[in-house]
Structure formats: C-alpha cells, structure tokens
C-alpha cells in the first residue's frame, strides 16, 4: 500500500517486524449485558503484523469483543490498550482511535446515498482532514487494489455483495488503520462472492497488516491465521495455532465445535 503524506501510521503498519510491541492488548475484559456475562475475563494480545482468527459458536462473545475494541461496546472492566494507550473515553481521541481500527462488519454498512468514490472518501477528509484531491486519488488507489475501481461511480446498491463488502474494506484502509476488525465479512455473502472477499483479506494480511477476524471460514482460518483464538461462554477456551488447533484441538468444547462444523 502507498503509504500517503504524514501518514507514519501507515508506513508503520505495513513494515511488519519492525517493533515487537503489541498493538492490541486486553487484559482481564469482563462485560455484561444486563444478567448476561458476555465478556469472561478476556486477555488476548495481538502483536504487530499478525492475523488472529477469532471463531467460536454464536452468541459466544465474539462480536463484542471486536466492539470492544474500537469502544463500540464499553467494557465493566478490565484494561484495553491499541499501540500501547488506553482506548479514550470521548471526543476527538476516540474519533482518532476508530480510525485506527478499521472495522469491517457482516452487513456492509455502506452509506447507500454515497457513491463508492464518496464513501472511500468521506472519512479521510473529516476525520484525517485531507484535501479532496489527495482523498480521491488514495480512493482510487484502493479501490483499484480490491478490484472495484471500475466501480467508483456508482451507487451501493448497484454492487454486488461481494463488490460493496470490498469498497467497506477499501473504505477502512483509506483511513491508514493500525489494525483492522473483520466481523464474519463474508457470512452474509452468496456462496461465489465469499473467495473475492477472503483473497483481499488474504493479500491484506501478507502485505504485513494486522488483523482481527472473526469467521466461519476454516480454509482461511488455516492458511491465513497466525493464531486461532476458540471462544465460547464469553471466554478465551483455546489460544494455539492453526496447526494444532484443527488437529489437535485440547478441549471437548472446541472438539464439539469443529466436529459441528467440519
Ligand atoms: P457472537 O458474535 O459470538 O455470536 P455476541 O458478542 O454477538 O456473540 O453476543 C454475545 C452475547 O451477548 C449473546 O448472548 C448476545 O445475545 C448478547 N448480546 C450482544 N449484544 C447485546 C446487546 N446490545 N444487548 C444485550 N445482549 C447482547
Ligand atoms: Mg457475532
């Protein structure tokens, strides 16, 4: 990716290696809904230029805990740092800290009334204050990258699912994210559109981005994770690589699930 002008964070994500700092760090998160304990004593850490799969049955805290993350669901307690700082509470910190997570959701969540050129483009000119000029030409420079950029002109809902979950990609990265959230990008797409997805997100994360994905899709969870992160009841249940977790799984918990699923 074209690391834009003044954008250290950019050229800092995709130069991989270069600190072993973790870039997301949970400690001890617990939330609750109401009665419901969604969030269990979470502690997780997501180190530079690495991919976590996040996979585990519905309604087992996954989505929350990628909510969490960008303080899109606020934690009971616990701590959460991305790059070493603690998530702000408000205000023009907290509209910087979203910008550094990228969050791509199930539900494209495009502005319909926007064409894919203006949703890329929106949010580095009032939330990264660049010219409109620069913005567009960076647009088009990802749009192109996730193969859309013969699309910039239409609207949403003139896009295939596939097409409009790629602009919401495009449209994340043109904010140059720390790390990005993917939560079940592909779960709402028909079958042939899922693999257009998945390979952006595989050319993502080879290009040294950092990842947080939650997914059903387990041929992705192999090839692309570096860690898998099997999470149930609110809780971490296993932490362990690819490898081992899909054939040497510890617990009859995940052994349950992935018989379910495999
Ligand atoms: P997953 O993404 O793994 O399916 P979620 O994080 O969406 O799980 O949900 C965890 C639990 O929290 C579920 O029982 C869900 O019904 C509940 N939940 C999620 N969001 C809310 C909310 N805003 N209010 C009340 N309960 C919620
Ligand atoms: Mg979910």
Redesign the pocket.
């Known amino acids: 990716m074209e690391p834009t002008s003044g954008a250290a964070v950019s050229e800092q994500t995709f130069t991989p290696g270069t600190s072993s700092r973790a870039l997301v760090e949970l400690r001890h998160v617990d939330k609750h ?2 009665p ?1 304990h ?1 969030l269990r004593d979470v502690s997780l850490t997501v180190d530079r230029g690495e991919v976590v799969v996040v996979i ?1 049955p ?7 805990l990628c909510r969490a993350i960008n303080r899109l669901e606020v934690i009971d307690s616990g701590e959460i740092a991305i790059d070493g700082r603690p998530l702000p509470a408000e205000g023009r910190e907290l509209a910087r800290l979203r910008a550094d997570v990228g969050m791509v959701f199930q539900s494209f969540n495009l502005f319909a009334h926007k064409t894919v050129l203006q949703n890329v483009t929106l949010g580095q000119i009032k939330v990264r204050r660049k010219g409109r000029k620069a913005a567009e030409e960076r647009a088009r420079g990802l749009l192109d990258r996730v193969g859309v950029g013969t699309q910039a002109d239409k609207y949403p809902a003139q896009l295939s699912g596939g097409q409009q979950q790629r602009v919401a990609i495009a449209r994340a990265l043109a904010m140059d994210p720390k790390i990005m959230l993917f939560d079940e990008p592909t779960s709402a797409l028909d079958p042939e559109m899922i693999n257009e997805v998945l390979e952006v997100m595989r050319q993502l994360a080879r290009d040294g981005m950092t990842m947080v994905v ?1 997914t059903h899709e387990m041929g992705f969870a192999r090839s692309a994770a570096n860690h898998v992160v099997f ?1 149930a009841d609110g809780r971490i249940v296993e932490e362990t690589t690819p490898d081992e977790f899909f054939t040497a799984p510890r617990t009859d918990r995940a052994r349950d699930f992935l018989s379910k699923i495999l």
């Not at 519905?58 to 929350?64: F, L, P, Q, R, V």
């Open positions: 809904f109401g419901l969604v585990g519905s309604g087992g805290g996954k989505s929350t939650v999470m």
